[in-house]
DNA sequence: TCATATATCTTAATGCATTAAGTTGCCAGT
DNA sequence: ACTGGCAACTTAATGCATTAAGATATATGA
C-alpha cells in the first residue's frame, strides 16, 4: 500500500478532504470528538500530515528561508563575522520552526529556488551582478543585510557613524593615515590603490566606512593619500599581510592604520609587529566587526563591535515580520591596547 | 495581470499544457521551431519556466538536498572538521545543480521538511534517539557520514584500522596510555570515566577508534586503565582541557595521549607544555581529523588525515549516484613532532 | 410555532505542472 | 492505392492539498 494521502485518510474514515485538512489546520472547523477520532486514525494509518509539497503549492509559502551568502560558503564558514551572522539566523529561524537554505552567492539562477522558499535574506551585496538584478524583480521577500536594495527592507548597523566613531577614538591632528578597506571593487582587479574604480553600490558597507573615516579626518585636519588607501579583493590573511606590509614600508610610515575588518587589522598588526614597530606608541591601530579572537591576541584591538550573532537573529525576525523599513542596529566601539 | 502560468501561456500561445512543460523539459516531444518560438514567447510573458513547487509535487524530487547536523550549527560552524566537510558537500551540490538546506540535528520534527526535499545527508550520529528513529523509517533517500545506520548507503573513513594505525606509530611497550575520547555518551553526563555507560549506537566513530586503541595497545601487552580514559561530552577546548588537565595530573602520568581529534589534542598539548611536559620526551600525542592548524602550533602534531571536504564531496555525490554501499575513504597517518 | 442563527460538515474550484495514452497528418515501402 | 510507422500535438488523469461557498441539522429567540 502506497503512502496514506489527504484524500485516502478522508475515504478511510468516510469523511470529506477537507474536514481532514481542517482537522490540521483550523481545528475550530469541526467538533472536537471528530478531530481526535481523526487524528487518531491518521497516527494509526501511519499519515503524518499534509504533504508540505503540496501545501506549499496551495498557500504559496513553505516555511523555509534562504540565505545568501555574498561569498562562497567557504568564505562565510572561516570567516567568524559572517558564520556568527548564520548562527543567529539559524537560531532566530529554528525558534520560528523555519528551514534554512543556503544559496551560494556566486550561482546566478534564483528562479530554481524562488518558488520554493519565503523570502531571501541576502549577507552582504553579492559580487555577482545578475544576482542582484534578480533579487531586485524577485517576486518573494527580500531582505537584505550589510547593504541596500531599493524598496527592500534591510538590517544594518550606521557604518559611516561607526567608523566616524572609531576614527575618532584613535586619530590625533598630524596623524598619518593609512586605511585598509575591504573590497570596494570587482574581483577582476587584484589590489588597486585608489578610490577610483570603486564598485557599483554606493550603499557598500565599505563606502559607508570610508565616509566615516574620512568625515573624522577632515574634522582633524587629516587627509587620506591615495597610497595610504588600500582595498583587499578578499578578507583573508595573504591579501591582508600584502597590503599591510606594502602601507607599513612606507616612509614616512603611517601612524595610524584604520582597518574595515578585524581580521584585517589582527593581521597588520602582526606585521606591523614583526617590522619591529610598536602598538601603540609609533602605531596605532583600529579594527571593525568585534570578533573574540582580537580579546585573546596582543595588544588587544580596539574596534567597532557590532554582534552579527544579534544581526543574524535581528534578520531573522525582521524577514518574518513584514516591516519594510531599514532597521539600523546598535554598535559599540570598545578601546583595546591597540589605540 | 498576475504571474504567468504553464497554463496561461499555453492558452496564450494557442497550444497545449503539454507542450509547453515538452518544451521546458522534453525538447525531443517538440519541433524545434515550435520550441524556440515557445521559449521566446515565454521570455516575452516573463514566464521563467515551471513553477518548481509544482513540479516537486508532481515528481516527486525538488533538488534539495538537506544536511543534518549532528551538533547545532554552531558547533557545525566553529569546528574546522565539521565546516570542511559541509564545504565539500555544498561545492558538489552547487556542481549538480542542487540545492542545500541546513537542518540541525537538534530538531526532531523531520516530517516538517521530508516532502520538500530529495533526501537526507545525516554528518554524524544525531545525539537525538527520536531523529534517529525518524531517519530510519524516512521514505526518502538517507545517507549517513561518520555513522551506520541499519539499510542505509554510508561515506566513512575505517576508523579502527586508522586509530589502530596512530596508536602503533606512537606507542612504545611499557607505556602509560590515556585516551581523550569523543562523547560516547549520553549528553547529560558530563565528563564519564570508563567505557560502561556507553551511548547505544556501537558503529560510532568513537567506539571504532577506541576499538582500534584497544587492539594495538593489545599488541604491545599494554593496558588501559578506567582512570585514563575520558569521554568528552563537547568537542571544544574548556571540555579537552579540563580531561588534559585530570589525566595528566595522575601520577605516574601517561606517557601517550591518544586523542580522538585534533583539536582535542591541541588543547591537551597546551595544558601539557603549561604543565612544564616536554613533548615527545616526556608525553607523545596523537590526534586525529587532520587540520591545517595543527601545522602553525609547534610541536607538530601526528594524526590521522582523513580530508573532510572530499568526505563531503564524496558524500554528495554518494547521494545521487543511488549506491547504496558503505564507502570507506582513505586517510593518511601524518607523523608530526608529538610523536 | 416560525424564522433565524450556529455548528458541523461537504462540494467543488483551485494552485501549477507532468505524463501516459490518444489523435492527426504525412511519408516511405510495396 | 493501401498500410505501417513516425513526428508532432492534444486530451485527460494525476500529484496532494486548501478554502470559499453551499448544505444540513440543531438550537435559540420571540
Redesign the interface.
Known sequence: MS?PTLKSVAKALGVSTATISNAFNRPDQLSLALREKILSACAELGY??P????Q??RKGS???VAVILSDS??YM??DPVA?QF??GV??EL?RQ?K??????G??D?L??????VDGFICYGAPRNLKLIEQLKRC?KRVLTVDFDLPGRPSVNIDNEQAAYDSAMAVLKPGDRVAVLGLRLIDAADSRTVGTAPLWDNQSSVSHRRLDGYQRAMQQLGLTLSNELLWHLPESNQACAETAAKAVLSQSPAPTVLLCMSDLIALSAMRVALGLGLRIPEQLRVVGFDGIEETLRYHPTLSSVWQFSDQKGEAAARAFQSGQDDNQLLPYELRLGESS
Open positions: 503512502k503524518d500530515g504533504n508540505k509539497a503540496a506549499s503549492l513553505s516555511g523555509i560558503l567557504e564558514v572561516s558564520s548564520l548562527q539559524a537560531r529554528e520552526s528551514h534554512l537554505l543556503l544559496y551560494s556566486s550561482a539562477n528562479d530554481s529556488i524562488t518558488d520554493f517576486p
